[in-house]
């Protein structure tokens, strides 16, 4: 029997089946060959796309490939297998470094989750236990928590708070207008040591910081806002004692520094009232002694010896009066002090000082005069020693009810941080004096360009005499040319002379000097101002002696009221102060004449009598003819 051939697939030549057939023939024989393959053929739903890739490969490959070919496809298939499991164990470590990658992200998420409670419970036991008011309400204004020292601030519980809107339990207009602008503007506002309506009352007032906090969402909008305060009622009543003793020191500084000035002033009026008024008496005495002891050589050298050293005593008392307190602070304006001022500076220091007045300015506070001329006076000698300059300029006006002192030089500058160095009434004194006094003092000084200084200073008693200024009387000469210009009366007339000095030395050294004189006679001695107006009213005395400075009425307004009711009687100021601006005061109230007491008896006696003399000009450095007889 003929052997069948069979082809590659199995089968008989020439023999037929059908495609079915064939495919369980194909499988049957693979299985044959290996059982493995079959294995890989089947579906396996749990292996991945990169797995089954390989698989598929092989088989096209195997069901392409002839019978004659099977040791190339076990090699392919080994290669293969190989690369899958190369493939499987990089997944796998790509699956473990995932897995570990998850397994600290969760253990940092429990860490942080942890950290999270802690905190959480942390700034929960602050917001319970913390002793300063906190709440949170949302942006309507109601509350959403509060915290046990909010409750307690109120008297009530933190319950009670919530839900309920913070306005209506406290109606207030002022603070719920802030509280819309905090969530209008997206900004905190703070409040300092202020009262609440909500925590106080008529009978409890307590003063609050608080500090009012927005919280926004994701979306920028305002959802939560944080309400803290913090309670300062002992804090705020300590600062109002303590601004109420610096108050009082200030007070008592001030009242030391005018006691100062009172008792500069006592002094300056003791060598004024009493030691130069003995000295000029004892020269009227002196005086006397010298007409009659005429034509002895050594008795007139030693009178004359005498006056020298009356003159120098007088001199000395008069400087150390001014170093005291100057006579001119109190008997002229602020505007006539500085230019007595002006030429004491620059006969002493060689400074000229220009002075600018605006205006009439006669503060009636002693403590501001005094104040500003111990200002002035000590920023022209800081001018005068530091500044390199010969000329400096000095303004004083009245500015909305203060009295501007402004002082300017063109020299080197200074340092500001050196005031504090010097000692004395220095510019560090004058600016916290500055200070008790409720002014302010203004400092500007460049390098090689000079400075300027400015004080000013409430005048609070100023009123409309500053406007109105003191009215202005006539020289005597407007309303008496006759008596002007009258020549001395017959040697037969007597003078009637009514002698005006508070200083009753002084007024008998007058009538020794004027009752030696054949045709003088002293009609009557007055003690004051009113007392010489009276007696001049009855006496109506041909001259009046008058003394400038004097109690209860002042010897200008003495001479002004006898100039009115006795037009023909001539008055003669008599005085130890040597200032032009007192000098010119009396003058418009109607004095022909002002005299020095240290002046010589002759000068004393031509102006009694009329007489016009060509004297030396007087002794503050003015050209006026002290002997001027009108």
């Known amino acids: 029997m003929a052997a069948d051939v069979l082809d590659g697939q199995g089968m008989k030549t020439g023999e037929t089946c059908s495609a079915d057939e064939r495919l369980c023939r194909d499988e049957s024989f693979d299985a044959g060959r290996t059982g493995s393959l079959i294995m ?5 739903h749990n292996v991945t796309d990169s797995e089954r890739k390989p698989r598929r490969v092989y088989e096209r490959l195997h069901a392409r490939e002839p019978p004659s070919q099977v040791p190339l496809q076990d090699s392919e298939l080994r290669r293969l297998n190989e690369l899958l499991e190369e493939q499987v164990q990089a997944r796998t470590a790509e699956l473990q470094a995932t897995i570990r990658c998850l397994q600290d992200e969760a253990a940092r998420r429990m860490l942080a989750e942890g950290k999270l409670r802690r905190r ?32 307690e601030a109120d008297g009530k519980t933190p319950e009670y708070f919530v839900g309920k809107n913070h306005f209506t339990l406290y109606p207030d207009a002022r603070m719920r207008e802030i509280f819309e602008r905090v969530v209008r503007t997206k900004r905190p506002y ?90 000029a008496a004892a020269k009227f005495h002196l005086g006397l002694l010298s007409a009659q002891v005429q034509g002895n050589g050594a008795l007139e050298e030693l009178a004359g010896q005498v006056a020298n050293l009356l003159r120098e005593a007088i001199g000395k008392s008069r400087s150390l009066s001014h170093e005291l307190s100057p006579a001119v602070l109190y008997q002229s304006d602020l505007g006539g002090t500085f230019e007595w001022l002006a030429r004491q500076v ?84 004058i600016h916290e004096r500055v200070q008790l006094l409720g002014g302010r003092m203004r400092i500007k000084t460049v390098a090689g360009k000079g400075s300027t200084f400015l004080i000013s200073v409430p005048d609070h008693e100023c009123d409309s005499r500053e406007a109105l200024g003191e009215p202005a009387v006539g020289r005597p000469g407007d309303s008496r040319e006759a008596t002007a210009g009258r020549m001395p009366e017959p040697a037969s007339h007597r003078l009637r002379v009514l002698l005006v000095d508070d200083h009753k030395v002084v007024r008998e050294g007058l009538a020794a000097l004027l009752d030696s004189e054949q045709d003088i006679d002293v009609v009557g001695q007055a003690a004051s101002g009113p007392e010489a107006v009276e007696m001049a009213m009855a006496l109506q005395p041909d001259v009046v002696v008058m003394d400038v400075a004097m109690p209860a009425m002042a010897g200008d307004e003495a001479a002004r009221s006898i100039g009115q009711y006795l037009p023909q009687t001539r008055i003669v100021a008599l005085s130890m102060f040597e200032e032009t601006s007192i000098a010119e005061r009396m003058r418009r109230a109607g004095a022909q004449t002002y005299l020095l007491k240290t002046s010589p008896a002759e000068e004393l006696l031509a102006a009694i009598r009329g007489v016009r003399r060509n004297l030396p000009p007087a002794v503050d450095g003015t050209t006026e003819d002290r002997a001027e007889c009108r």
């Not at 002075?355 to 200002?375: C, M, N």
Request: include cysteine; aromatic fraction near 8%.
């Open 40 to 44: 890989a053929a089947e579906p396996n």
């Open 120 to 151: 959480s419970q942390m700034l929960e036991v602050f917001f319970q236990h913390t002793i300063t008011p906190l709440a949170f309400l949302d942006r309507s204004f109601h509350f959403v928590r509060v915290n046990g020292a909010y409750a």
């Open 190 to 279: 703070r409040a300092h040591a202020r009262p609440l309506a909500c925590f106080d009352g008529p009978q409890r007032v307590r003063y609050w910081n608080w500090q009012l906090t927005p919280l926004l969402n994701d979306a920028g909008e305002v959802r939560f806002l944080v309400f803290n305060l913090e309670d300062v009622t002992s804090q705020q009543k300590a600062l109002n004692e303590l601004q109420q003793r610096a108050h009082q020191l200030q007070k008592l500084t001030l009242e030391l520094s005018q006691a100062e000035d009172r008792e500069r002033r006592r002094l300056a009026e003791v060598l004024h009232d009493d030691l130069q008024q003995v000295l």
């Open 346 to 429: 620059q006969a002493k220091h060689g400074l000229v000082v220009h002075v600018e007045v605006r205006g009439r300015i006669d503060p009636q506070s002693e403590t501001l005069r005094a104040f500003l001329y111990k200002a002035g006076r000590e920023m022209l000698f800081n001018v005068a020693k530091h500044a390199g300059v010969s000329e400096a300029r000095l303004r004083l006006q009245h500015v909305r009810r203060s009295v501007w002192l402004t002082i300017s030089d063109k020299g080197c500058g200074f340092d500001p941080s050196v005031l504090g160095k010097g000692g004395g009434f220095g510019l560090l004194s």
